[in-house]
Structures are given as structure tokens and as C-alpha cells.
């Protein structure tokens, strides 16, 4: 399709500027040509190809609107409206305001800058939420890049481009013709290189690419041309981002060489774990990963070169929804006061049967206190000593859990309102499943005031468990001498 | 247009009473069943009476091979079918014998063909139940040009078939509820389940909502009075392997 020209109406869409030429599509500003004013301003995007190029070349154009059409949520654009493909094709969405990721990273290129960990942690976290958000909807993107990524003024990720992604629910229009890699080749992931579809871990290894190279400048596998250059990161492993960047913090490498992973189950579980650790580095579980600095050798390597020949990717068996439901973040919000040992004892015992349940959950043990309880003046009630106090109270709780094949972290909240903070951190961390005591001592009151768990129950966007003491220490040596 | 896709209901009234409340409670405004409305089931005479009642207000009504069974009984009662069909028969008045016995095999409408069994040779019965047999049925619909969409029952299964990249047929399983996109510009070939004896292991009853001016087709499965279905079953005499696969779904 050649440029449109500004003016141009097309099923009562006036045209306007031509706000970006790729190598695929035009993109241009668009109103109503009825003067209708919009919800929001609107852009076009009009591929390059007509219809007269042959269906095939506008495969990728069907599939970002048959995506679209069923995405909600304000991780992507909405769509207006789509054109007849075997007219003219465009799609009408939302303009999200903002400069791509590739024009940030161009940005920090030309002023020779690197930007510090935290921010690359803030704006890779912004990243996977926006992907949990796709992945619960059941689509893989599979071509995520700078390009493909906005960043709105509001702190949001918008993500863009669907046309190579993949809906669980829907036929997959692109199936057959990508048993070879499509995609684009710095990002893609592994098991895309050898034709599997689907697996949303796939995004989050096209995501650690782009923190690797937000955090260093450089891409960890190059951009390869060949499907032997592709291969290579099927065995190889990148250099260590501190090899680059002396001054990268090890959980950041830590983050970025798991999303890294060859292999998909080696990577995190799902977008809202990654975005987890992404979001308290301080609870980043550090391993060899994260600290070396040399790299692998070439014995290493060739010991793992000699197994990806032979290595055959299975596609997930479950649709992504399902794959990341069975790895959920599983919040306990431990109280700290008025608080029997009973009642511990009970919610760990639950815990450790919801944990059982779900291998790959990650735990998160929460405890509120009031933002008045520290004080800059009172040595031992500072901040960070009545921190400490607390985490070790929460770590010694968390002791006899089995943990092995779990991630747990330890947070301290500081808020007036505790059934508000536990909401916010349930929600901002995509939190599955809350864990709480039932504070049964509450009850009587309960007419009057909504206790603690029932405003959590009542708000909170997951599944919440209260936990009652089901037997209370006094009791057992009653239960015990009975006849 | 929304067209409810009803087929093998094999003389399952509870399970077709369910499907049409789900369908109308979805907007259906026309109706469409493809054949095997009799069989293996216990209330031909009531599914009857509704399928004429909607045939009055303008469905499209199809033969399928169990209207053939009951028609003209086969003399060996091999099957399960053939041993119904005898009592079908009976169950049957002549002038009913009749209207099914003048029902057409196939109805082309501009962008839908519907049929029965497969396309290509719809008094052969054949099975649509995998990619080249819906080859073969979808090639043959597409002699008339503005074919999009072949729709057919006979396999008690739900399955689209679709064109991706390659030149082949892909399969590909529905999930239910999920209006998925089906634009004109390609050629699609749907089995739709069936109402009245599911074999997927999902005792639910199946149909599908095909929505012509949105090109959006949603496969659904619809819970129903099953055990009643099976007592009626047991009641009337009939094989208990009848009954109890209504039961599992089998």
C-alpha cells in the first residue's frame, strides 16, 4: 500500500500525519471524518503489502487482528476498528503516547549513558506485568523487542505488534509456515528457533535479551543472519552482563542470565515471578549465575554445544494460562501481635499444604506494621533495626517449611491501614492466593467493624484462605488425657 | 444473522430443550440441524414435534443417516443403530415417516453449505474426522464459488478445520464459548458436535452459534437433565449401553 496522503478518508477515518514508516506497516494519525469526537486520540496502521501480494503476505496482519480483537486490559491498544483484508487492510487502536523502548535505548546510545540497575529493574518489571497481563489471556506475543514496546508517561508498558503471536483458544493461523524460525532474530528464543509455539516462557527470554541490553548496550547473542548463528544460543551462554558493565549488581545478573536460560523450565516459571524479583532486588535468591564474571569456558561450552545438537524442544502441553496458573505467587500476611502460637502453627501448616499443591509457587511472607512505629530519634526502633527485628521474626516462622523447590521472600509493610496494604501488595505483585488468620477474637466486634480478613476478603482480586487455629495448644493435653 | 448449528440429537429431547433455551438465551435468530434427529435415543416423537415446529418458522432441516435407518429399517440388526431403528420406526406415525423421508441431504445458502456427513458425497455417510477426509468434503463445497463455510455433524465431535499457511488442512479443537474469528477471505470446514450423544468423554450436550455478519463462530457445551435422558432410555427397553454412554459421555 503506498503513503497515504493527510486528508484521505477511508470508512470514515480521516487521515492525518504519517506518524511512523516500518518496514512493515505505515502508521498514521487518525479521527473521525464526521467530526465524532473519539474516547481517545486513534492511530492507523496500514501494512505495506495489498491485498494483490497474495493472502500470504498478510498472515501476520490477520493475526494481529484476530489477537487484538480478544485482548483487554491496559498492557496493549485498544482496537476501534479493522478494515476488509481483501479491501484495504488496516487496523484502527488506541495511541499510546510515548517513546518506544528502542527510542529510549537509541537515547541513551547517543548520550553515551547506561541507565542505572534500578531504573532498567523499574522498566523491566513494567515489561512482564504488562506480558502477565497477555499471558492470563492466553496469548504468547513471540516477537517481543524494543520496538514492539512502549513506554507511556504513566509508568505503564504498552505492548505492541502481534502479528507473529499466539492465542491459545484460537486457530493458529501461522502454524505450518513457521516450523522454521520467524521472529526477530536478536530476541527470539530457543525453542522458537527450532519451531515451537506458545510457550510463554518464550517471551520472558526475548525480555531478559532486552534487559541484557538495556543494562549493558550490547545484545547477548548478536544479531545473528544465519540459522546456524541462531542455533547458538540453543548451547551458548552470554557473556556475564558484569564482564561488560563491572558495576552491574550481581541480582541483576542474576535476573537477566535466568531469562536467559536454553532451556525453558530453567527460566522463571512466569512473568509476574520474574516481575517479582525485578521489583525487590533485595530478595533476589543470588547464585554462582549471579556473581561469576569470566563466563563459561570453552570445555563447558563444547559440553554443551554436544547436547543441543540432539536436543528436541517439546511444546508446553498447557495453554499459557494454564502453565503460568500452576506456578502462582502465594502471599502470607503474618500478624505480629495478639497473635497465638497456635494460630502460627495453623497458618504454616496451611501454607505447607497450599505449597505442596503447587511445585514452582513462589512464597511471599508479609507482616504490616504501623508507619508509627519507627522513629529516627529512638535508636532501636529505627527504621531499618525494627526491619530487621521483624524479617527475623518472619524467616524463623518460614524455618520449618519445605522450601526446596520454592522461591520465598520476606517483606515488612509500613502502612496505617493493614487490610489496605495487603490489598496493594496483592495486587501490584499479581499475588494468586492470600494466606491469613481468621483472628476469630475479632468476631464479636465484627457487627460493627469489618475486621482485618474480611475487608481482605471482600477486595482482594485472588483467592484468599483464612486460616482459623484449629486446635489451640491449652486443648491438647485435655484431648490427651481423655479416656 | 445468527445461525444455531444443531446436529445428532438422536431423539434426545432433554439435551435439545437445553440447547435451544442456550441458544436463543445467545441471540440465535436461525436454525439449522443437521440430520440424525432420531436414534439410539427414547423421544423421537417430541424431538420431532419441536425440529417441525421450528422447520415451520423456516430451519433448515436435514436428512441424516439415522432419518435413513428409521425410514426403511435394516432386516440384520448388527448395530446399535439397526436395533433402534426397528423400534424408531414404531415410535414413528407415516406422516412423520415421511416429512423425514423428503428432507433434503445437503442446503447451500450464498456463504454456508450444510450437510449431514461430508460434502463430497453426502448419501455416503462418510466420516469427517480428520484433515483429509475435510479435504475432501471442503473441496467439493467449494464448486460453488462463494462457499466459505462447510458445517456438518455425523462425527460427534467439535472440530474446525482450517487452512494456515501450508496448502493443508490444519485441525484444531474449539474451546467452548470462545467466539473465535472466521474471516471470509478463507474456507472453513466445522464439525459441530453433537446434541444428543456426546463421545468426547464431556457428557455435555454441543452445538455451535455461527454469527455470518460478525464471521464469528463459538462452539458451546450446554449441561442438561442427562440422567432423565438415560432413564427415558432404560425405560423404553432399549439397549443400557445406550443409557449409560449418555451418562459418561461416551
Known amino acids: ?483 | 444473522m445468527r445461525l444455531a448449528l444443531l446436529s445428532d440429537i438422536h431423539a434426545n429431547v432433554q439435551a435439545l430443550d437445553a440447547c435451544m433455551a442456550h441458544a436463543q438465551s445467545q441471540g440465535a435468530s436461525h436454525w439449522a440441524l443437521l440430520g440424525d434427529l432420531v436414534g439410539y435415543g427414547a423421544n423421537p416423537c417430541e424431538v420431532l414435534t419441536r425440529v417441525q415446529a421450528l422447520a415451520h418458522g423456516g430451519a433448515i432441516v436435514l436428512q441424516g443417516n439415522h432419518e435413513a435407518m428409521a425410514i426403511a429399517p435394516p432386516p440384520s440388526e448388527q448395530s446399535l443403530g439397526a436395533r433402534t431403528a426397528g423400534w424408531t420406526h414404531q415410535q414413528l406415525s407415516p406422516d412423520q415417516r415421511a416429512w423425514l423421508q423428503a428432507l433434503p441431504l445437503l442446503h447451500r445458502s450464498g456463504p454456508l453449505l450444510l450437510v449431514h456427513a461430508s460434502a463430497d458425497a453426502p448419501e455416503r455417510w462418510r466420516y469427517v474426522d480428520n484433515e483429509r477426509m475435510a479435504a475432501l468434503s471442503l473441496n467439493a463445497a467449494l464448486a460453488h464459488p462463494e462457499v466459505r463455510y462447510v458445517f456438518g455433524g455425523h462425527v460427534h465431535h467439535q472440530t474446525l478445520y482450517y487452512k494456515g499457511s501450508g496448502q493443508q488442512l490444519m485441525p484444531f479443537k474449539p474451546s467452548p464459548g470462545v467466539a473465535i474469528p472466521v474471516p471470509t477471505h478463507r474456507r472453513w470446514l466445522a464439525t459441530i458436535g453433537s446434541v444428543g450423544q456426546p463421545r468426547d468423554g464431556d457428557p455435555r450436550a454441543a452445538y455451535a452459534l455461527m454469527d455470518v455478519a460478525a464471521c464469528k463462530l463459538t462452539f458451546f457445551r450446554v449441561p442438561y437433565n442427562h440422567t432423565a435422558a438415560a432413564r427415558a432410555i432404560r425405560d423404553a427397553g432399549l439397549p443400557e449401553a445406550l443409557a449409560a454412554r449418555l451418562e459418561t459421555g461416551q
Not at chain 1, 278 to 288: A, G, N, Y
Not at chain 1, 371 to 382: E, F, G, M, Q, V
Request: glycine share 8%; aromatic share 6%; hydrophobic share 45%.
Open chain 1, 1 to 483: 500500500m503506498k503513503r497515504l496522503a493527510p486528508g484521505t478518508e477511508l470508512d470514515g477515518f480521516r487521515v492525518g500525519e504519517c506518524l511512523h514508516a516500518g518496514g512493515m506497516a505505515h502508521v498514521y494519525a487518525v479521527e473521525f471524518a464526521q467530526g465524532t469526537p473519539a474516547p481517545f486520540p486513534m492511530v492507523m496502521k496500514v501494512p505495506r503489502m495489498t491485498a494483490g501480494d497474495g493472502a500470504e503476505n498478510i498472515v501476520g496482519f490477520e493475526v494481529e487482528h484476530q489477537i487484538m480483537q480478544t485482548l483487554q486490559g491496559d498492557a496493549v491498544p485498544r482496537l476501534v476498528a479493522a478494515g476488509d483484508l481483501s479491501a484495504v487492510p488496516y487496523l484502527v487502536m488506541e495511541h499510546i503516547p510515548g517513546l518506544s523502548l528502542q527510542q529510549w535505548l537509541d537515547q541513551q546510545t547517543e548520550a553515551g549513558t547506561r541507565p542505572p540497575p534500578l531504573e532498567v529493574a523499574r522498566i523491566g518489571a513494567a515489561i512482564a506485568m504488562a506480558l502477565h497481563s497477555l499471558h492470563k489471556q492466553n496469548v504468547c506475543h513471540l516477537d517481543l523487542k524494543p520496538a514492539n514496546v512502549l513506554l507511556a508517561p504513566d509508568g505503564r508498558a504498552v505492548l505492541l505488534d502481534f502479528g507473529l503471536s499466539c492465542h491459545a483458544q484460537l486457530p493458529d493461523l501461522l502454524a505450518e509456515e513457521l516450523r522454521n524460525a520467524v521472529g526477530s532474530p536478536a530476541w527470539i528464543a530457543p525453542e522458537q528457533v527450532v519451531g515451537v509455539r506458545g510457550d510463554p516462557r518464550s517471551d520472558l527470554f526475548a525480555l531478559g535479551v532486552m534487559l541484557y541490553e538495556m543494562a549493558t548496550g550490547t545484545l547477548p547473542f548478536g544479531n545473528p543472519q544465519t540459522q546456524g548463528g541462531l542455533r547458538q544460543r540453543l548451547w551458548m551462554s552470554p557473556t556475564p552482563l558484569r564482564c561488560l558493565r563491572a558495576d552491574t549488581p550481581e541480582w541483576l545478573q542474576e535476573i537477566v542470565m535466568r531469562c536467559l536460560q536454553p532451556q525453558a523450565q530453567d527460566r522463571y516459571p512466569s512473568a509476574a515471578h520474574l516481575a517479582f524479583d525485578l521489583r525487590h532486588p533485595d530478595q533476589v535468591k543470588l547464585t554462582e549465575r549471579g556473581r561469576e564474571v569470566a563466563g563459561l569456558g570453552f570445555w563447558q561450552h563444547l559440553r554443551r554445544w554436544v547436547r543441543a545438537a540432539g536436543m528436541h524442544y517439546q511444546p508446553s502441553p498447557l495453554a499459557a494460562q494454564q502453565q503460568i496458573e500452576r506456578v502462582p505467587i502465594v502471599m502470607v500476611a503474618l500478624p505480629h501481635q495478639d497473635v497465638s502460637d497456635a494460630a502460627l502453627f495453623s497458618m504454616r501448616q496451611e501454607t505447607d499444604r497450599a505449597l505442596g499443591n503447587l511445585p514452582g509457587a513462589r512464597l511471599a511472607v508479609v507482616t504490616v506494621i504501623s508507619d508509627s512505629a519507627t522513629s529516627s530519634s529512638d535508636n532501636a526502633k529505627s527504621e531499618t533495626s525494627l526491619h530487621r527485628q521483624h524479617l527475623t521474626r518472619l524467616q524463623q516462622w518460614a524455618q520449618p517449611l519445605d522450601l526446596e523447590n520454592h522461591q520465598a521472600s520476606f517483606h515488612v509493610l509500613e502502612s496505617g491501614d493493614v487490610a489496605q496494604a495487603l490489598l496493594r501488595y496483592a495486587e501490584g505483585n499479581h499475588v494468586s492466593m492470600i494466606i491469613l488468620g481468621a483472628a476469630t477474637h475479632g468476631l464479636q466486634m465484627q457487627r460493627l467493624v469489618a475486621t482485618v480478613p474480611i475487608k481482605v476478603a471482600m477486595h482482594a482480586p485472588c483467592t484468599v484462605m483464612l486460616v482459623k487455629a484449629a486446635l489451640p495448644f491449652e486443648h491438647l493435653a485435655d484431648e490427651a488425657s481423655a479416656p
